[in-house]
């Protein structure tokens, strides 16, 4: 069974920096890609970024609203992934969720598991 | 960036019911879309995958269709496990995008 557990999350200074955890088990980490989405309270999904496997060259992809200051990176031999966000502001405030996925038929890569998310807050 | 537009935003339906709910996307996005149902305090859960490929475990009264840029959720016979915020999702092209959701309620 695929297990996605989130650490790291709290209270936060805007400006400041927060470096949240996932620790992955149940699938085989180092073929898989990682992603991290967010949930502003009441609002809808929002993507966040992604970390390819080794395959792939680790290589990442951002949504425009971080790039710039958060980091997804990953550690194959722990089976964690990690999201470094740097100068923090008070719309980054959302649970965030680490998610992995697998490829269709096509060769494409979509999510199908999450974590149970973890809570950032970014408030003077 | 590809725009996921979900309709309705909201809906009242009864158990029983059969439901559809609409995603369109700004562009082609061939068949590569996803389906998932979230509830309150919870993780959002996979339903559908490639438009209408059914996740293992998820009933069968849950269906998908469509292709290019007009997609739809369907539930038949809906449930009170059902109620729930449905998102559809394009992986197609980066940023992912997810729709705006529609809230499924009790009538």
């Known amino acids: 069974e695929v297990q996605l557990v989130e650490s790291g999350g709290g209270l936060v200074q805007p400006g400041g920096s927060l470096r949240l955890s996932c620790a992955a088990s149940?699938?085989?980490?180092?073929?898989?890609?990682m992603d991290w989405v967010r949930q502003a309270p009441g609002t809808g999904l929002e993507w966040v970024g992604r970390?390819?496997?080794?395959?792939?060259?680790?290589?990442?992809e951002y949504a425009a609203s971080v790039r710039g200051r958060f980091t997804v990176s990953r550690d194959d031999s722990k089976t964690s992934v990690y999201l470094q966000m740097n100068s923090l502001k008070t719309e980054d405030t959302a649970v965030y969720y680490c998610?992995?996925?697998?490829?269709?038929?096509?060769?494409?890569?979509?999510?199908?598991?999450w974590g149970q998310g973890n809570l950032v807050t970014v408030s003077p | 960036d590809i725009q996921m537009t979900q309709s309705p935003s909201s809906l009242s339906a009864s158990v029983g019911d059969r439901v559809t709910i609409t995603c369109r996307a700004s562009?082609?996005?061939?068949?590569?879309l996803v389906w998932f149902q979230q509830k309150p305090g919870k993780a959002p859960k996979s339903l559908i995958y490639?438009?209408?490929s059914l996740q293992s475990g998820v009933p069968s009264r849950f269906s998908g269709s469509g292709s290019g840029t007009d997609f739809s959720l369907t539930i038949s016979n809906l449930q009170p496990e059902d109620f729930a915020t449905y998102y559809c999702?394009?992986?197609?092209?980066?940023?992912?995008?997810f729709g705006g959701g529609t809230k499924v309620e009790i009538k």
């Open positions: 562009q082609d996005i061939s068949s590569f």
């Open positions: 490639a438009a209408s």
């Open positions: 149940g699938f085989t980490f180092s073929d898989h890609y």
């Open positions: 970390t390819r496997n080794r395959a792939r060259s680790y290589t990442t």
């Open positions: 998610a992995t996925g697998t490829r269709d038929s096509r060769g494409h890569y979509f999510i199908d598991n």
């Open positions: 999702q394009q992986y197609n092209d980066y940023p992912l995008t």
